[in-house]
């Protein structure tokens, strides 16, 4: 079945210690996208990636990197310098960013302890 | 700036009728977009209409597109206890320079009651 994969599901992190959420797709999209959640909040853009080597700041880059390195692979790393890294992180993909649909993984929960 | 409300709540009677609402303020939007989002569970894309539309049927779902008013809204028919979720409206607008942005609202609550 064609989707998007994120890994793990659940995370707890100490705090002072990097994470990397793991996102596949296997849609052949060329876009790919991370978002935070908050409790009661919106979707706000993390970082987003229009094509493989390449990927641009999103509204709250601060404290996160990424890297897409294939087409299929867009993992996110939440650093130490994340002040408040607890938050549901989505991943998302869409066929080009030139105004396609975007579809979205399960999520995956970060509980920094 | 885009910006993309919503309400934040909205609780109906199973077997009645559910309308969520949605404003946004950026002209040059080309697809309207619904999410559902279940607890802790990713976003599902529900339906989209295309700017140029102004209504769109699926089963028990309509979407209305008022462009003049930048009023978008989500009937759901016959609402069951199964479609207790949080909607999203979203938008995707041309920002020029070949480059498209897609914002989202905050998300409406819908809860169903037996």
């Known amino acids: 079945d064609g989707g998007i994969t994120q890994s793990p599901k659940y995370l707890f992190r100490k705090e002072g210690q990097n994470v990397t959420l793991s996102c596949e797709q296997n849609l052949n999209h060329d876009a790919m996208y991370w978002y935070r959640q908050d409790p009661g909040q919106g979707l706000r853009l993390i970082y987003y990636s229009q094509i493989v080597n390449d990927f641009q700041k999103g509204d709250i880059a601060e404290g996160y990197s990424v890297s897409r390195e294939k087409k299929e692979s867009f993992p996110l790393t939440v650093t130490s310098a994340q002040k408040n890294p607890t938050a549901f992180y989505l991943c998302?993909?869409?066929?080009?960013?030139?105004?396609?649909?975007?579809?979205f993984g399960e999520g995956s929960w970060l509980t920094v302890v | 700036g885009e910006d993309v409300e919503q309400s934040l709540f909205l609780s109906v009677r199973e077997g009645d009728s559910s309308v969520i609402n949605c404003t946004y303020t950026?002209?040059?939007?080309?697809?309207l977009y619904w999410y559902k989002q279940e607890p802790g569970a990713g976003l599902q894309l529900l339906t989209y209409?295309?700017?140029?539309?102004d209504m769109k049927q699926d089963q028990r779902l309509t979407v209305l597109l008022n462009k003049k008013d930048k009023h978008l809204s989500l009937r759901i028919a016959d609402t069951q206890t199964g479609d207790s979720a949080i909607y999203f409206c979203?938008?995707?607008?041309?920002?020029?320079?070949?480059?498209?942005?897609?914002?989202f609202g905050k998300g409406t609550k819908l809860s169903v009651i037996p």
């Open positions: 998302a993909s869409s066929r080009t960013s030139s105004g396609n649909t975007i579809y």
């Open positions: 979203a938008e995707i607008a041309y920002s020029g320079a070949g480059s498209y942005q897609l914002t």
């Open positions: 950026d002209s040059s939007s080309t697809y």
């Open positions: 209409i295309f700017s140029n539309m």
